[in-house]
C-alpha cells in the first residue's frame, strides 16, 4: 500500500470571501463576543467587530487603499491587528503580516518586495521602537496604532466593494522557516478561510467556544487556526497579551473561561512549569491546538491530565499550505492524538515521496511529506522561481518534511530533511531520540543535532532543559539512560545542559544556529559535557 491518503467530508468547503463569512457570522450571533483583548481590557460583540471592520475598511478605501494593494501589519498581538485582518480582507487589499522582531535590514526588504501602500504599525514592542526603524528606512505612508490619525481613520462613509472574488490573494506571510531568504507566501481568501473552518470543525468549534490565542497572529497560527476557525463558527477570539507570557495566558483562560488553547509545545512547557501553576483555574478548558513544532509525547499527556484538554489536537502544517495540512481527530485514540501528527484534512491530499525519485514510498518507510489542494498557496509574491522549486507541476506543494504514513493514513513527522542526522551511515531522526529523551525525569525538554565528527560523520548531541530543582545531569547519565533502549548510533555522544533554545518568534528551534554554537562548544579537547 502506498503512503498517499485523501481527506473527505461531509461538509463542503466555503465558496465565499473573508468578508461575506464574517457578515454571516455577525449576522447569525451578533450578541455572541466576538474578540476580547485581555491586556487592553477591551471588548467587541460579533455585532460591534462586524461594525469596527466595516468602518475601519471603508476608512482604508478612503486612504486610496483599494483591492490588490499591500497593506502591512507590524504589530504584536493586540485587538488592532485582528480589525485590520478583516478590514484589509473586506476591500481586497492584501494584508502583508510582518514579524514583531524583525529589525531594520528585514523590514526594508518586505516594505520593499511586497511593494507596500501604507503600514500600519505599533510604536514600539519590547526592546523595538517601530517608529524609529520606519524613519529609518525612510518609508512614508505609516500610520501608527493610537495615534490621531489611526483614531481618525474609520469612517461611515462609502461603499464596500462587491467585485471580491474568493481566490484573489489576500494575505502574505513572509517565511524563512528556520533557515534562509524570507519568501512570501501568498494566500487567498479560499486557501485561509478554508483551513481556519476546517480546523474548527475538527475540534467542533461552536458559537460557545472561547480561544485563547497566545500564539502570534503574524503567522498562520494565530489568524487562521485562531482567528478565522473563530470567526467561521461564531467563537471568541481571546487574546491574553501582547507577547507569549505564560503566567497571562493561564489568567486570560482563568478570567475568560477559555475552552480552547493554543500555543506551540514550548509555551505548554512554560505553563506546567509555572510555579502557581496550580493556582489558575483551567476546569473550562476542553481543546485547544499544540502545532508549529515536533509535539512530545510526554507533554501532549501532561495538557491533557493537568491542563484539562481531554479533547486537545495536533496540527501539522506550514504557512504555505495555509498551514494545516494533517491533524488530529477528537474520537482518535489518545496513542495517536499523543503520537502522531493525525490523518490528511478533509478536500486535501497527503503523499510521502523518496525525495531522490519522487516515487511514493509504501505505508511506514521515511519520506518527503507533499500535501495538495485548496490549501496549496497560490505561490512566493514575484518569485516565480522559488515558486517552481515548491510547487510541482501537479501542484504538490513540497514541504521538506520527513514523514512517515502508517496504514491507516496517520502520519509521523520525523524531522526535517536539512535535520536528518547521519552517523557513519546510519540516518538518526533527531526526533525519535528526542521523544525518548522526553521520558527521562529530569529532563523537561531536549533538542538532538547532529556536529561534526571526524570518524563518523556526524555526532549526535543533546540540548537538555532540566526540569526545576532537578540535575546536574552528566553525559555519562543521559547515555546509561539510553543504553539497551535506544540502538547505540542513536545515543548522543555529547550532552548540553542549557535554559532554553535559540528559537523563531513562532515557537520553532532553529536547529541551524544551535549546530553553529556547537561546534563551537565541542572544539578540540573538549569533554562530553558542554556548557553547564
Ligand atoms: P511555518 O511555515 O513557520 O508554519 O513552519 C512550518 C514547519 O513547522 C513545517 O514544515 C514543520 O517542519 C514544522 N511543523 C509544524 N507543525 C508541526 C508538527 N505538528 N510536528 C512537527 N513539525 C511541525
Same mark, same amino acid.
Given at each position: 500500500? #502506498?503512503? +498517499? /491518503? @485523501?481527506?473527505?467530508?461531509?461538509?463542503?468547503? #466555503?465558496?465565499?470571501t473573508i468578508g461575506?463569512n464574517l $457578515?454571516?457570522?455577525?449576522?447569525?450571533?451578533?450578541?455572541?463576543?466576538?474578540l476580547?483583548?485581555?491586556?487592553?481590557?477591551?471588548?467587541?460583540?460579533?455585532?460591534?467587530?462586524?461594525?469596527a471592520v466595516d468602518?475601519l475598511a471603508r476608512g482604508l478605501l478612503?486612504r486610496g487603499i483599494t483591492k490588490g494593494d499591500r497593506v502591512g501589519i507590524w504589530a504584536p498581538n493586540c485587538a488592532e491587528w485582528v480589525l485590520v485582518q478583516y478590514a484589509t480582507a473586506k476591500i481586497g487589499a492584501i494584508l502583508v503580516n510582518i514579524n514583531p522582531?524583525y529589525?531594520?535590514?528585514?523590514l526594508?526588504?518586505v516594505v520593499?518586495q511586497a511593494g507596500l501602500s501604507l503600514l500600519i504599525s505599533a510604536?514600539?514592542?519590547?526592546?523595538?521602537?517601530?517608529?524609529?526603524?520606519?524613519?529609518?528606512?525612510?518609508?512614508?505612508a505609516a500610520i501608527?496604532l493610537? %495615534?490621531?490619525?489611526w483614531?481618525?481613520l474609520? %469612517?461611515?462613509?462609502?461603499?464596500l466593494p462587491?467585485?471580491l472574488s474568493f481566490d484573489d490573494p489576500i494575505n502574505i506571510q513572509y517565511t524563512?522557516?528556520?533557515?534562509?531568504?524570507p519568501k512570501g507566501a501568498t494566500l487567498s481568501h479560499h486557501n485561509i478561510l478554508?483551513n481556519g473552518?476546517?480546523?474548527?470543525?475538527?475540534?467542533?468549534?461552536?458559537?460557545?467556544?472561547?480561544?485563547?490565542?497566545?500564539?502570534p497572529l503574524y503567522h498562520c497560527f494565530g489568524m487562521v487556526m485562531g482567528n478565522l476557525?473563530?470567526t467561521?463558527?461564531?467563537?471568541?477570539m481571546?487574546?491574553?497579551?501582547?507577547?507569549?507570557?505564560?503566567?497571562? /495566558?493561564?489568567?486570560?483562560?482563568?478570567?475568560?473561561?477559555?475552552?480552547?488553547?493554543?500555543?506551540?509545545?514550548?509555551?505548554?512547557?512554560?505553563?506546567?512549569?509555572?510555579?502557581?501553576?496550580?493556582?489558575?483555574? #483551567?476546569?473550562?478548558?476542553?481543546?485547544?491546538?499544540? *502545532?508549529?513544532?515536533?509535539? &512530545?509525547?510526554?507533554?501532549?499527556?501532561?495538557?491533557?491530565?493537568?491542563?484539562?484538554?481531554?479533547?486537545?489536537?495536533?496540527? +501539522?502544517?506550514?504557512t504555505e499550505?495555509s498551514p494545516?495540512?494533517?491533524?488530529?481527530?477528537?474520537? !482518535? %485514540?489518545?496513542?495517536?492524538?499523543?503520537?502522531?501528527?493525525?490523518?490528511?484534512? &478533509?478536500?486535501?491530499?497527503?503523499?510521502?515521496?523518496?525525495?531522490?525519485?519522487?516515487?511514493?514510498?509504501?505505508?511506514?518507510?521515511?519520506?518527503?511529506?507533499?500535501?495538495?489542494?485548496?490549501?496549496?498557496m497560490l505561490?512566493y509574491w514575484e518569485? &516565480?522561481?522559488?515558486?517552481?522549486?515548491?510547487? !510541482?507541476?501537479?501542484?504538490?506543494?513540497?514541504?521538506? $518534511?520527513?514523514?512517515?504514513?502508517? @496504514?491507516?493514513?496517520?502520519?509521523?513527522?520525523?524531522?526535517?530533511? =536539512?535535520?536528518?542526522?547521519?552517523?557513519?551511515?546510519?540516518?538518526?531522526?533527531?526526533?525519535?531520540?528526542?521523544?525518548?529523551?522526553?521520558?527521562?525525569? $529530569?529532563?523537561?525538554?531536549?533538542?538532538?543535532?547532529?556536529?561534526?565528527?571526524?570518524? +563518523?560523520?556526524?555526532?549526535?548531541?543533546?540540548?537538555?532543559?532540566?526540569?526545576?530543582?532537578?540535575?546536574?545531569?552528566?553525559?555519562?547519565?543521559?547515555?546509561?539512560?539510553? *543504553?539497551? =533502549?535506544?540502538?547505540?548510533?542513536?545515543?548522543?555522544?555529547?550532552?548540553?545542559?542549557?535554559?532554553?533554545?535559540?528559537?523563531?518568534?513562532?515557537?520553532?528551534?532553529?536547529?541551524?544556529?544551535?549546530?553553529?554554537?556547537?561546534?563551537? #562548544?565541542?572544539?578540540?579537547?573538549?569533554?562530553?559535557?558542554?556548557?553547564?
Open positions: 500500500m #502506498l503512503a +498517499y /491518503t @485523501a481527506g473527505t467530508s461531509d461538509v463542503p468547503m #466555503l465558496g465565499e461575506a $457578515d454571516r457570522t455577525a449576522a447569525r450571533f451578533p450578541d455572541r463576543e466576538a476580547v483583548d485581555v491586556a487592553a481590557g477591551r471588548r467587541w460583540t460579533y455585532a460591534e467587530f462586524n461594525a468602518d478612503s522582531a529589525r531594520t535590514h528585514e526594508g526588504f520593499k510604536v514600539s514592542f519590547k526592546t523595538s521602537d517601530y517608529r524609529a526603524m520606519i524613519a529609518e528606512i525612510g518609508f512614508p501608527f493610537g %495615534s490621531p490619525e483614531d481618525a474609520p %469612517s461611515d462613509e462609502g461603499e462587491a467585485d524563512s522557516g528556520t533557515t534562509g531568504f478554508n473552518f476546517f480546523v474548527g470543525e475538527l475540534v467542533n468549534y461552536t458559537e460557545r467556544d472561547r480561544i485563547c490565542i497566545p500564539v476557525a473563530a467561521s463558527h461564531g467563537a471568541c481571546v487574546l491574553p497579551a501582547p507577547g507569549f507570557d505564560p503566567a497571562a /495566558t493561564l489568567a486570560a483562560v482563568t478570567s475568560e473561561r477559555c475552552t480552547s488553547l493554543y500555543g506551540v509545545p514550548t509555551m505548554f512547557i512554560a505553563e506546567l512549569g509555572l510555579e502557581r501553576f496550580d493556582g489558575y483555574d #483551567l476546569s473550562t478548558l476542553r481543546t485547544g491546538i499544540m *502545532a508549529g513544532s515536533p509535539c &512530545p509525547v510526554e507533554v501532549m499527556k501532561r495538557v491533557v491530565a493537568e491542563m484539562n484538554m481531554a479533547e486537545v489536537a495536533i496540527c +501539522y502544517g506550514m499550505t494545516v495540512s494533517t491533524m488530529t481527530r477528537a474520537d !482518535d %485514540s489518545l496513542t495517536r492524538r499523543t503520537g502522531t501528527v493525525g490523518r490528511t484534512m &478533509p478536500h486535501l491530499e497527503s503523499k510521502v515521496v523518496d525525495p531522490g525519485t519522487g516515487l511514493v514510498v509504501g505505508r511506514g518507510e521515511p519520506g518527503e511529506l507533499c500535501t495538495r489542494g485548496y490549501s496549496v505561490g518569485q &516565480p522561481d522559488a515558486t517552481a522549486g515548491a510547487i !510541482d507541476a501537479a501542484r504538490w506543494m513540497h514541504t521538506g $518534511d520527513l514523514a512517515t504514513m502508517d @496504514a491507516d493514513g496517520y502520519v509521523n513527522i520525523v524531522g526535517r530533511i =536539512k535535520d536528518l542526522v547521519i552517523r557513519g551511515g546510519e540516518n538518526v531522526y533527531p526526533r525519535e531520540v528526542e521523544e525518548f529523551l522526553h521520558t527521562h525525569p $529530569d529532563i523537561a525538554d531536549v533538542q538532538v543535532i547532529g556536529v561534526p565528527d571526524a570518524k +563518523y560523520g556526524e555526532e549526535l548531541m543533546a540540548w537538555v532543559v532540566l526540569r526545576p530543582g532537578a540535575g546536574p545531569l552528566t553525559a555519562g547519565q543521559v547515555r546509561e539512560f539510553c *543504553a539497551g =533502549k535506544l540502538s547505540h548510533f542513536k545515543i548522543p555522544r555529547y550532552v548540553h545542559v542549557v535554559d532554553g533554545f535559540p528559537m523563531t518568534v513562532t515557537g520553532k528551534v532553529r536547529k541551524v544556529e544551535m549546530r553553529e554554537q556547537a561546534v563551537r #562548544l565541542i572544539a578540540p579537547g573538549e569533554g562530553e559535557e558542554v556548557g553547564r
